[in-house]
């Protein structure tokens, strides 16, 4: 059973950064694809950065070139560098594991852009 764990997230200003961490409980280079998935208050879960087995990048136009996916297999983690934060960035954010058949989640971990 894989288990993911986010951390990273708290109160920032607009403007300002964050970096996501995911850890996961094993190999990360033996998942297809992992992903950031964001919730806001009232809205439906959606994917905003997409990490392939072979290293494609895949962002959601919202976030692109203010939001980084990456990954560090030695660590098993998973990562989200959010620059240049806007209020409409607060959200609660998931990290997602996939392999065919099978979908993993984290727990989340809550963003909030307010001045």
């Known amino acids: 059973q894989v288990q993911l764990v986010e951390s990273g997230g708290g109160l920032v200003q607009p403007g300002g950064s964050l970096r996501l961490s995911c850890s996961a409980s094993?190999?990360?280079?033996?998942?297809?694809?992992m992903a950031w998935y964001r919730q806001a208050p009232g809205k439906q879960r959606e994917v905003i950065a997409i990490?392939?087995?072979?290293?494609?990048?895949i962002y959601e136009d919202s976030v692109k070139g203010r939001f980084t996916i990456s990954r560090d297999n030695a660590k098993n983690t998973l990562y989200l560098q959010m620059n240049s934060l806007k209020p409409q960035d607060t959200a609660v954010y998931y990290c997602?594991?996939?392999?065919?058949?099978?979908?993993?989640w984290g727990q989340g971990t809550q963003v909030t852009v307010s001045s």
């Open positions: 094993g190999s990360i280079s033996s998942f297809d694809a």
């Open positions: 990490l392939t087995g072979g290293g494609r990048t």
């Open positions: 997602n594991a996939a392999q065919p058949g099978h979908s993993w």
